[in-house]
């Protein structure tokens, strides 16, 4: 595994509280998606995930605001294609902030390829319920094929994965997995965070 990531596993979450209580559990990579919020409230969200996120030792990730990432001071900042139109890149690495990018096609992956990222998102790997999606799933096939491309990079695959299909996307070549709904929709969440870890620990991606 490449050591830009500090975790295999990497839950996405939309509220501040569960970088503590997933860090808590031993999650060292959580990824903050915030939607449809006001401004205060949203940069209160942002700096208390950063406090939970700091009190834990987890590495965090900003989905989107990538303004406000710099301005707070957050570990990462994640990207999807669209936000590659607007953001200014050079203030995002001026900042220190490290970048992760969004892809689903070959085009996509040249264009993510083409800023430097430090991780690249592949998805959705499966069928994904959370959001409509314009891709079929990838499968765990592409995953071998793009982490052949992308060498060093750290490569993350999302979308429809599961604990029990979390260890494929690693044997794939996958160097982190990550979810919404197998983490935070789980009735234990904590729980389901130590068993993707133990999943996920001991094995050996291609």
């Known amino acids: 595994m490449s050591s830009v990531l500090p975790s295999r ?43 939970l996120a700091r009190a834990h030792h987890v590495c965090l990730v900003l989905n989107d605001y990538w303004q ?33 990018v969004s892809t689903h096609s070959d085009a996509e992956l040249e264009r993510a390829l083409s800023v430097a990222p430090d991780y690249v998102a592949l998805g959705p790997v499966w069928p994904t319920k959370l959001k409509k999606m314009p891709w079929e799933p990838q499968g765990t096939e592409k995953l071998s094929v793009w982490k052949r491309r992308i060498g060093d990079i750290p490569l993350v695959a999302i979308g429809g994965i599961t604990l029990a299909r979390a260890p494929l996307c690693i044997a794939a ?20 965070v130590r068993a993707w870890l133990a999943a996920t620990a001991r094995l050996v991606s291609v």
């Open 9 to 51: 596993i990497y839950p996405v979450v939309d509220a501040a509280h569960w970088v503590g209580s997933l860090g808590q559990a031993g999650a060292r990579l959580i990824q903050l998606r915030l939607k449809d919020m006001a401004m205060d409230a949203l940069r209160h969200e942002i700096r208390e995930g950063i406090q």
């Open 68 to 100: 406000l990432a710099i301005e707070e001071g957050v570990d990462f900042i994640h990207l999807g294609q669209e936000d590659l139109d607007t953001a200014d890149l050079t203030a995002i690495r001026a900042s220190g902030l490290k970048l992760g």
């Open 173 to 192: 070549g996958a160097d982190c997995v990550s979810a919404v709904s197998d983490f935070i929709r789980m009735p234990d969440p904590q729980a389901q």
